[in-house]
T-cell receptor, first 111, second 115 residues
Framework: KNEVEQSPQNLTAQEGEFITINCSYS?????LHWLQQHPGGGIVSLFM???GKKKHGRLIATINIQEKHSSLHITASHPRDSAVYIC?????????????FGTGTRLKVLA | NAGVMQNPRHLVRRRGQEARLRCSPM?????VYWYRQLPEEGLKFMVY????????ESGMPKERFSAEFPKEGPSILRIQQVVRGDSAAYFC?????????????FGQGTRLTVV
């Protein structure tokens, strides 16, 4: 079992829909990072959070440390939101920190 | 303030050749991380370097792979005698320090194809 699990693995939505991507983890973490990767593209940071909720534009990220769960929400989805969304947890061991990545959620938003 | 710069973006090598991947961290960042993304798989940690030091190379294959981050110049990930299984996207990230609250920023990646 992966230390970081994302669901769903694939998601197709119609433009305008509200989208939720979930991330569950089984290890102790310092923080959690949501990343976006377009096909053939680089990786863009969306949010880094260790508690509560953050909002940026149409994107909202929440985390529940006790339940070891985070969600990424996209409101009023648009075809340009089509990408792979990656959840990564930051684990601190021996004074260094490491990213442990989920396998990503592939989102396709249809016009 | 340029982001993390990786080059080349695409690299094709024949089996047995050497591949050199470069990563210039963001200005003011002295911590560099390399990750590998195999086709249809998630990112996997390879190595963490600070200027002139390898801090953690627990994710790096023991043979053929090496990394450095010299005092001057970019960080280099070197793969000797490449094989088809090395075909992947290699991403570099940099951060200002090793503090758990410091965000790491990612480069565009180098896509290596071994033919």
């Amino acid at each position: 079992k992966n230390e970081v699990e994302q669901s769903p693995q694939n998601l197709t939505a119609q433009e305008g829909e509200f989208i939720t991507i979930n991330c569950s983890y089984s290890v102790g973490i310092s923080a959690l990072h949501w990343l976006q990767q377009h096909p053939g593209g680089g990786i863009v940071s969306l949010f880094m959070l260790s508690s509560g909720k953050k909002k940026h534009g149409r994107l909202i990220a929440t985390i529940n440390i006790q339940e070891k769960h985070s969600s990424l929400h996209i409101t009023a989805s648009h075809p340009r939101d089509s990408a792979v969304y990656i959840c990564a947890v930051i684990r601190t061991t021996s004074g260094t920190y490491k990213y442990i990545f989920g396998t990503g959620t592939r989102l396709k938003v249809l016009a | 303030n340029a982001g993390v710069m990786q080059n080349p973006r695409h690299l094709v090598r024949r089996r047995g050749q050497e591949a050199r991947l470069r990563c210039s961290p963001m200005k003011g960042h002295s911590h560099v991380y390399w990750y590998r993304q195999l086709p249809e798989e998630g990112l996997k940690f390879m190595v963490y370097l600070q200027k002139e030091n390898i801090i953690d190379e627990s994710g790096m294959p023991k043979e053929r792979f090496s990394a450095e981050f010299p005092k001057e110049g970019p960080s280099i990930l070197r793969i000797q005698q490449v094989v088809r299984g090395d075909s992947a996207a290699y991403f570099c990230a940099s951060s200002r320090d090793r503090n758990m609250n410091t965000e790491a920023f990612f480069g565009q990646g180098t896509r290596l194809t071994v033919v």
